[in-house]
């Protein structure tokens, strides 16, 4: 895709005589939101630390805002703008949770030679646009399993990235707060967040995605429209079986 933001070619990863990544392309465009799906061990969260930096790919290429990625640091990557959410939330336990956004704040002010600014505001603000308004000064232990899902949201902003990588931020959700987490998602990619959106719950991934890609074991099976690929055959045996 010219003028990616994220421009992935011809990506692979081995686990020793295991491949768990194969010749993968995906290019994604500023703005866009992309939802990545695939049965268990299809090789998504693979791709993702390949793509953050986590993991390093033996083949191919990852581009980001034009730069070549392979070889360079996880914090080195969201110094540049690409930050990635857990699918199991990781706060420091002993830090309130304005603490806990301070610590990527102070780190993107002090790597991008920013003048001073006022750190607990910023803070507010993050928390006021997760819906963690006056929560602040709690410990992480006392938030509930949703609130925890918006702090690690809030801690992957803190970094102020041009492309967010959520995975699988609705995990064991129920239905109103999916939707809270939606809504979320949305309205940062309403101010300008480019999205790559993990996640199981397809009524979620339907509604979010302007796009879909689909792995299946290590591979990319279907990339387009999503009420196209749902319909794709090889991605209905996949998911349902023949």
Known sequence: MSGALLDVAGLGKR?????????????VA???????IGPNGSGKSTLVNCISG???NETGQV??????????????????GLARSFQLPRPFHSLTVTENLLIPIEYVVHQRGEGRVDLIARCAELLE?????????????????????????ARAMAAEPRLLI???AMAGLSHQEVDDILTLLVRLNDQGVTIIMIEHIMRAVMQFSQRLVVLVAGRKIADGVPEEVIRNPEVERAYLGE
């Open 15 to 27: 686990f020793g005589g295991f491949v768990a990544l194969e010749a993968i392309d995906l290019a």
């Open 30 to 36: 500023a703005g866009e939101r992309v939802g990545l």
């Open 54 to 56: 986590t993991l390093r």
């Open 63 to 80: 581009r980001f805002a034009g730069k070549v990625m392979d070889g360079m640091a996880a914090h080195r990557r969201t110094r540049l």
């Open 129 to 153: 646009m997760v819906g963690l308004a006056g929560r602040g000064d709690d410990l992480p232990a006392g938030l509930t399993q949703v609130e925890m899902r918006k702090l690690e949201l």
């Open 166 to 168: 959520a995975d699988e």
